[in-house]
């Protein structure tokens, strides 16, 4: 065969190669579009137009012109591509995965809440009560143990404890321990408690305020309440459905039995809360499902109480918003001003026999206690929302 008829052979070849991958490529720009990813789609649909660059004779302009289209749509899909790459960049951990080490007692460079004096001090002789907390308690309790207990007590010696709130109240349920401190527990928690036989006993000892958070990068300022519960039942699933972006809304939620979790539910009342993201782990020799923990996107949202991500957290990169209009403030939660409040709360279980147990409350209800919530950053009982 001469050098014409390969050539024929030749771009016959590359017809039907390219005629079998039009359908395809087609049938995939048309999949591309319905997720979402139109300029990626739009490249597919460049392969039919190779077929007339085979046989036409001057195809030079009409390369030319292919190529700048295809180079345009290249350029689009380049910046889609880092746009995602960016949000997928944008992964904040708030878990509650607080440093003990910053705020324990009996150290000088510890953050906690520090008294130049007190009035009621236990010693080594004394039955100390066994107390243990919830995450953004820690410091509050941990101030409570420097400025009471004997410098002797140590973090998990069985008197000093955390265990944070599902396992603390666990313990306080078997009575494992004598005091809890942190927000009250949920309706599993109490019908355990039950089964072992306790009954929790509550003492009031502060206020602080239930917060939703989104990414800084979110234009959402406010939600109110109503949107909020529609978020999370699922009713609202787009950002510009209440203002936003015309972006999806990835709403996060905490464990079962956690602090948070629990005030959500109460929180969310008769409205459903919708099924929480999960992920699968393996390890120990067991498959285990948890909660996806919150992570900063700039779709996504959620929620914790104010002092730890103020206090604790101290993330930039975290944005609390107003609830119905009213910032989670110290000042609008002592006039009563911010509409979702919770109480912070001293458990102990009734017919405890340790009367130090009794005593340590009634100090924290004084104005040494109550000074030590203030400074951390709660609000005392001393105000009445």
Same mark, same amino acid.
């Given at each position: 065969m001469n050098s014409d008829t390969w050539k024929n052979v030749v771009k016959i070849l590359f017809t039907v190669a390219f005629g079998f991958a039009t359908p395809m490529a087609l049938m995939l720009a048309l999949v591309l579009f319905a997720f979402g990813v139109p300029q990626i789609g739009l490249m597919l649909c460049f392969i039919p137009f190779v077929i007339p660059a085979i046989w036409i004779k001057k195809r030079k302009k009409y390369l030319i012109v292919l190529c700048s289209l295809f180079l345009v749509v290249a350029i689009l899909s380049g910046i889609q591509l880092g746009i995602w790459l960016y949000r997928d960049s944008i992964t904040i951990d708030v878990a509650p995965n607080i440093n003990v080490n910053e705020y324990l007692p009996f150290r000088e460079d510890s953050k906690i809440v520090k008294l130049k004096s007190q009035t009621f001090q236990l010693s080594e002789e004394d039955e100390l009560p066994r107390i243990d907390g919830a995450s953004a308690a820690f410091p509050v309790y941990a101030a409570f143990v420097h400025?009471?207990?004997?410098?002797?007590?140590?973090?998990?010696d069985g008197v000093f404890e955390y265990n944070n709130t599902r396992g603390g109240y666990q313990k306080l349920a078997q009575r494992e321990i004598d005091l809890f401190i942190g927000a009250q527990p949920s309706r599993e928690q109490i019908a355990f408690a039950e089964e072992c036989g306790t009954t929790f006993a509550y003492t009031q000892i502060g206020w602080e %305020?239930?917060?939703?958070?989104v990414h800084k990068d979110n234009p959402i300022d406010s939600l109110t309440r109503e949107q909020i519960r529609g978020i999370y039942s699922g009713e609202i699933t787009n950002w510009s459905e209440v203002g936003g972006y015309d972006e999806e809304i990835i709403p996060f939620q905490r464990d079962a039995g956690s602090g948070s979790q629990s005030m959500m539910i109460r929180f969310m009342g008769s409205t459903p809360l919708m099924e929480a993201e999960t992920r699968t782990i393996q390890g120990m020799g067991a498959v285990v499902e948890e909660v996806v923990d919150y992570q900063s996107r700039a779709g996504s949202i959620g929620y914790s109480f104010r002092y730890y991500l103020e206090g604790i957290v101290q993330n930039p990169e975290v944005k609390i918003i107003a609830v119905d209009g009213i910032?989670?403030?110290?000042?609008?939660?002592? %006039?009563?001003?911010?509409?979702?409040i919770a109480p912070v709360y001293a458990v102990t279980y009734e017919n405890n026999p340790n009367p130090n147990v009794a005593r340590l409350i009634e100090w924290i209800l004084g104005t040494e206690g109550q000074y030590i919530i203030e400074e951390t950053g709660y609000v005392g009982v001393g105000t009445e929302p």
């Amino acid at each position: 065969m001469n050098s014409d008829t390969w050539k024929n052979v030749v771009k016959i070849l590359f017809t039907v190669a390219f005629g079998f991958a039009t359908p395809m490529a087609l049938m995939l720009a048309l999949v591309l579009f319905a997720f979402g990813v139109p300029q990626i789609g739009l490249m597919l649909c460049f392969i039919p137009f190779v077929i007339p660059a085979i046989w036409i004779k001057k195809r030079k302009k009409y390369l030319i012109v292919l190529c700048s289209l295809f180079l345009v749509v290249a350029i689009l899909s380049g910046i889609q591509l880092g746009i995602w790459l960016y949000r997928d960049s944008i992964t904040i951990d708030v878990a509650p995965n607080i440093n003990v080490n910053e705020y324990l007692p009996f150290r000088e460079d510890s953050k906690i809440v520090k008294l130049k004096s007190q009035t009621f001090q236990l010693s080594e002789e004394d039955e100390l009560p066994r107390i243990d907390g919830a995450s953004a308690a820690f410091p509050v309790y941990a101030a409570f143990v420097h400025a009471v207990y004997p410098e002797s007590v140590t973090l998990d010696d069985g008197v000093f404890e955390y265990n944070n709130t599902r396992g603390g109240y666990q313990k306080l349920a078997q009575r494992e321990i004598d005091l809890f401190i942190g927000a009250q527990p949920s309706r599993e928690q109490i019908a355990f408690a039950e089964e072992c036989g306790t009954t929790f006993a509550y003492t009031q000892i502060g206020w602080e %305020a239930f917060v939703f958070f989104v990414h800084k990068d979110n234009p959402i300022d406010s939600l109110t309440r109503e949107q909020i519960r529609g978020i999370y039942s699922g009713e609202i699933t787009n950002w510009s459905e209440v203002g936003g972006y015309d972006e999806e809304i990835i709403p996060f939620q905490r464990d079962a039995g956690s602090g948070s979790q629990s005030m959500m539910i109460r929180f969310m009342g008769s409205t459903p809360l919708m099924e929480a993201e999960t992920r699968t782990i393996q390890g120990m020799g067991a498959v285990v499902e948890e909660v996806v923990d919150y992570q900063s996107r700039a779709g996504s949202i959620g929620y914790s109480f104010r002092y730890y991500l103020e206090g604790i957290v101290q993330n930039p990169e975290v944005k609390i918003i107003a609830v119905d209009g009213i910032a989670p403030t110290v000042e609008s939660i002592k %006039a009563n001003l911010y509409p979702i409040i919770a109480p912070v709360y001293a458990v102990t279980y009734e017919n405890n026999p340790n009367p130090n147990v009794a005593r340590l409350i009634e100090w924290i209800l004084g104005t040494e206690g109550q000074y030590i919530i203030e400074e951390t950053g709660y609000v005392g009982v001393g105000t009445e929302p």
